[in-house]
């Protein structure tokens, strides 16, 4: 094999994620005619990937060195499931460490636009669609919520499998995110660490919750329900 080539275990060594199961195609790419055209725009791409890699340090030094005076309520936020280092600083950046501003978690999610509407009331369902806000945090809390829904056993997981199976999956998103940000608002309100309550928690709140709502239905049509002694 030339010395410009190289062999399938060094590619094989270098793919990641998906492209794991495609070292076979990978070898077949790379034997591929390259010319110095090739060369001279992949060296130009190269070095505009090292640039903006070295910008992007650069940027994420300044930023925590700005975060040093606030690092007990960055790590007070980091608790809660699914917010990272970078994600906790993004969100004090966006809605300050003083949640005194905010009378209620409620006007913190309004002011921030991610804060659904009632999807139902008296079974008439209503639009689920939320406010305009601040972009950057709801598309924070949404890349956030995403991350929260796949740590196992956490009630951000529940509540996303919950909704994600009546709703979709963007709905779902929402209403974690819409969580998350309520958990934030409380967590820097009593400077408390989160606690979770955990799936099984959400799961049973919802099993009873759908219980009270068949006992409605029946009374209402005139059933009597009795209930079980404990």
Same mark, same amino acid.
């Given at each position: 094999?030339? +010395?410009?080539?190289?062999?399938?275990?060094?590619?094989?060594?270098? $793919?990641?994620?998906?492209?794991?199961?495609?070292?076979?195609?990978?070898?077949?790419?790379?034997?591929?005619?390259?010319?110095?055209?090739?060369?001279?725009?992949?060296?130009?791409?190269?070095?505009? &990937?090292?640039? !903006?890699?070295?910008?992007?340090?650069? #940027?994420?030094?300044? #930023?925590?060195? !700005?975060?040093?005076?606030?690092?007990?309520?960055?790590? !007070?936020?980091? %608790? &809660?499931?699914?917010?990272?280092?970078?994600?906790?600083?993004?969100?004090?950046?966006?809605?300050?460490?003083?949640?005194?501003?905010?009378? %209620?978690?409620?006007?913190?999610?309004?002011?921030?636009?991610?804060?659904?509407?009632?999807? @139902?009331?008296?079974?008439?369902?209503?639009?689920?669609?939320?406010?305009?806000?601040?972009?950057?945090? +709801?598309?924070? !809390?949404?890349?956030?919520?995403?991350?929260?829904? /796949? %740590?196992?056993?956490?009630?951000?997981?529940?509540?996303?499998?919950?909704?994600?199976? /009546? /709703?979709?999956?963007?709905?779902?998103?929402?209403?974690?995110?819409?969580?998350?940000? #309520?958990?934030?608002?409380?967590?820097?309100? %009593?400077? @408390?660490?989160? $606690?979770?309550?955990?799936?099984?928690?959400?799961?049973?709140?919802?099993?009873?919750? /759908?219980?009270?709502?068949?006992?409605?239905?029946?009374?209402?049509?005139?059933?009597?329900? $009795?209930?079980?002694?404990?």
């Amino acid at each position: 094999m030339s +010395k410009d080539k190289l062999s399938r275990e060094e590619i094989a060594d270098m $793919a990641r994620g998906k492209l794991k199961s495609k070292v076979d195609k990978l070898v077949e790419a790379m034997n591929g005619r390259v010319t110095e055209h090739h060369r001279f725009l992949l060296k130009l791409h190269l070095g505009n &990937i090292a640039f !903006l890699a070295e910008q992007v340090q650069e #940027i994420d030094e300044q #930023i925590q060195k !700005l975060m040093i005076p606030f690092q007990k309520e960055k790590s !007070l936020v980091q %608790t &809660i499931p699914g917010i990272s280092k970078t994600s906790a600083a993004a969100i004090i950046a966006e809605i300050g460490v003083d949640m005194s501003q905010f009378p %209620t978690e409620a006007h913190l999610a309004s002011w921030a636009g991610i804060c659904p509407g009632n999807n @139902e009331s008296a079974g008439v369902k209503k639009s689920g669609r939320i406010r305009k806000g601040n972009s950057y945090l +709801k598309a924070i !809390l949404i890349e956030v919520a995403w991350a929260a829904s /796949r %740590t196992k056993g956490s009630s951000f997981s529940a509540i996303y499998n919950n909704i994600a199976k /009546r /709703r979709g999956k963007k709905r779902a998103l929402v209403a974690v995110g819409h969580q998350i940000l #309520i958990a934030v608002y409380r967590t820097l309100k %009593t400077g @408390e660490p989160f $606690a979770d309550q955990g799936a099984e928690a959400v799961y049973q709140r919802n099993l009873e919750a /759908r219980q009270q709502s068949a006992i409605r239905l029946l009374e209402r049509s005139g059933y009597t329900v $009795a209930k079980a002694n404990a």
